[in-house]
Every structure is written in C-alpha cells, then in structure tokens.
C-alpha cells in the first residue's frame, strides 16, 4: 500500500503531518528533557558507560597477582598486606556510549491515516531518540539503507543531535529515489557498532520482516537493540467497509467489508506486527509498535533498563 491518504488532523509545526519540519523536532527536546532514566552500566551506576577493557580510569574493578611490568602505583597494598603477596590494582575504564539511529527508508512509510504520516512519526521517534541520547551523554549517529549516502558520523550533545535531526528531515519529507533496506542498513551498523552501543531502530513492520532471523541475536548480544514499528491504524484494524484511496492520480477502492479481502488485508499489514513483536524479545530486542497518532515519545519507557553483558 503505497496511496497516499492524507491525515485528517493537521500537526503544529509539520507539513499538514506529511512532512517533518526541523522545529518540530527540535521542539521534541522537552519530551525528553524531564525524564531521567537511569543508564546502567555493567556495575548499576549512573553516568558515562563502563568499558569491559581492563585500564587506567576512574571505576575500580578488580585486584589481581603483581606481574613484572605492572605500574607500581597501582599496588593494593591492604591485599598485599593481607595475603603476603603484592596484587595490583585494576579499574573500569570510561568511555562515552554510541546511541545509532537505523531508519528505514522504504516507500509505504510515506503513509497515513490518522495525525500524521509514517515517515513523519519516524522522523519525531528518531529525534526523541536523539534528544535522549544527547541527555545521557552518548555520541549519537545515524544511517539509513543506502549504497551511495554515508551515515551521519558520531557526535555528542546538541551538536550531535541536530546533525542527526537534520538528516531525519531529508530522509523523512519524501521518499529517498534510492533505497537499499534494512539488511543494507544493517550492514552500515555493523561496521560502526561497538560493543555497548544503543541501536533504535526505526522501520515498517514488513522490512522488518524481510530481516533473517538469525541477524538479532547477534546484534542483541552486545547491544541494546530497540525496534519501533511505525504503523497507521487503517493498517491494523480496518474499517468493514469500502475504503478508497488515491495513488499517482488513481482512485483505487478497496472493500473491506468482504471478509476475503480484509482477512488478505490482515496477512499483509497486521500479521507482520504481531511477528514482531511475538519474536523479537525473546531475540533480546525491546520492540513496540508506534502508530501516527501516539505521543512520539510513549516509546521512551524502553529506555533505561539493565544493558546487555559485553563480553
């Protein structure tokens, strides 16, 4: 379904809902602003992310035996005393966090019902993603499914977070000419990831169904891996009844009061959803459908919970 059906209720600060504008998503920085989740790292302590590297820094770990080559000012020296034997100290080093907004592309995102587009929705959920990220203190990146278009490189606080804005825009105000997919994208995320790294995840429930399964468990190994399914409520629950749309100056009808045609119209718009989120967690991915009428930021609440064990 790629007709294009205009929202019967125009956003503040958007094209009509069909378009996102950079205002309204910078505006988007006060949904966020009040919310402080607390980000845990391996230890359950709020602040920068935690390295598993063993190093110079600011969090002790551990103690271990001496070895030949260990910095003498980092003996322990109440172990030493109470083992007879010199250990030598270790600490958690510091790091800053990447927060790695994915956004599908693909064309039935440029759709909607009810408030405002699919892509619109997108865009808000990408920029509450970014505006959370710059609160934590992560550097914050972006990309899309594209052979020619670079992601948006690393940054941290406002700067960060306007750069990724500006690119949600572009991408989000009409459909890309070139669209590569979700894998492509993918494969973008896997050579900019590090282990520790927050990935949101942006895209219609169909390409994520176009995903192997086995690509999740990996990610989610040494990620924080959240999905949001942008959906319209025509999409999941449709009217019994005739519903017309109009697409490239067509008028095509579709009657959804035939029990035939809606349960083909379930397989192809519902069903997806469900998968989803069925499956997903129990791949360690956090998931929640985000229809254009929601509040952009009622995902956050997935936010904040205990991160994934980096090995």
Request: charged residues 25%; proline residues 7%.
């Amino acid at each position: 379904m790629d007709g294009r059906a205009v929202p019967a209720k125009p956003v503040s600060g958007s094209d009509n809902g069909i378009r996102p504008s950079l205002s309204e998503l910078v505006a988007l920085r006060g949904s966020v602003s009040g919310r402080r989740n607390a980000k845990l790292g391996r230890q359950g302590v709020t602040g920068h992310s935690l390295s598993p590297l063993r190093g110079r820094g600011m969090e002790y770990a551990e103690s271990r035996d001496y070895v030949a080559g260990d910095d003498a000012r980092h003996i322990d020296w109440r172990l030493t005393a109470r083992t007879g034997r010199a250990h030598t100290k270790l600490f958690q080093a510091e790091r800053e966090r990447l927060t790695l907004i994915v956004a599908d592309t693909a064309p039935s995102l440029y759709f909607g019902t009810r408030v405002r587009f699919k892509s619109v929705q997108a865009a808000r959920a990408g920029a509450v993603a970014a505006w959370a990220a710059a609160r934590d203190g992560d550097r914050i990146a972006a990309l899309r499914g594209s052979v020619r278009e670079a992601p948006v490189t690393p940054a941290s606080g406002a700067r960060g977070a306007l750069r990724v804005l500006d690119a949600l825009v572009r991408w989000y105000s009409q459909a890309p000419e070139e669209d590569a997919g979700l894998n492509v994208a993918l494969d973008h995320a896997q050579r900019l990831l590090r282990p520790g790294s927050r990935v949101v995840l942006l895209a219609d429930p169909r390409s994520i169904a176009d995903i192997p399964e086995r690509r999740w468990p990996a990610l989610a190994q040494h990620h924080e891996v959240i999905v949001l399914l942008l959906t319209d409520p025509l999409e999941t629950a449709p009217p019994k009844s005739a519903v017309p749309f109009s697409t490239d100056g067509h008028r095509v009808e579709i009657d959804l009061a035939s029990a035939a045609q809606r349960q083909r119209w379930l397989r192809e718009f519902a069903a997806p959803v469900e998968a989803a989120i069925a499956s997903l967690p129990s791949r360690g991915v956090r998931v929640q459908a985000l229809p254009g009428d929601a509040p952009s930021e009622s995902w956050l609440p997935l936010l904040g919970r205990t991160r994934p064990m980096v090995a």
